[in-house]
Nanobody
Framework: QVQLVESGGGLVQPGGSLRLSCAAS????????IGWFRQAPGKEREGVSC????????YYADSVKGRFTISRDNAKNTVYLQMNSLKPEDTAVYYC??????????WGWGQGTQVTVSS
């Protein structure tokens, strides 16, 4: 059974850092391009970053470019999102899933991890 479990969220002050983890079970994560997504209250889910399966090339939304870094540890079957210089507007529930919309729908969405940036 395919399962993705997000963790690492929490409450942090503006300017702080968090590292999110996306642990996979039931399949080999590095065969797929994986993305991090977020959904703030009252807003639609948006893509934040993704990492390819082949050469680990990366993509970042303009809003997080230069502050967030996505990486993968194939030995641990895990994808990470290092978030630095956090801003209140980064507050959201963060999810990981396949970068491909069709695969993401097939896998389904996990519970995500809450990130709150507030003083």
């Amino acid at each position: 059974q395919v399962q993705l479990v997000e963790s690492g969220g929490g409450l942090v002050q503006p300017g702080g850092s968090l590292r999110l983890s996306c642990a996979a079970s039931g399949f080999t994560l590095n065969y797929y391009a994986i993305g991090w997504f977020r959904q703030a209250p009252g807003k639609e889910r948006e893509g934040v970053s993704c990492i390819s399966s082949s050469d680990s090339s990366t993509y970042y939304a303009d809003s997080v470019k230069g502050r967030f870094t996505i990486s993968r540890d194939n030995a641990k079957n895990t994808v990470y999102l290092q978030m630095n210089s956090l801003k209140p507007e980064d507050t959201a529930v963060y999810y990981c899933n396949a970068a491909s919309p069709s695969i993401a729908t097939m896998w389904g969405w996990g519970q995500g991890t809450q990130v709150t940036v507030s003083s």
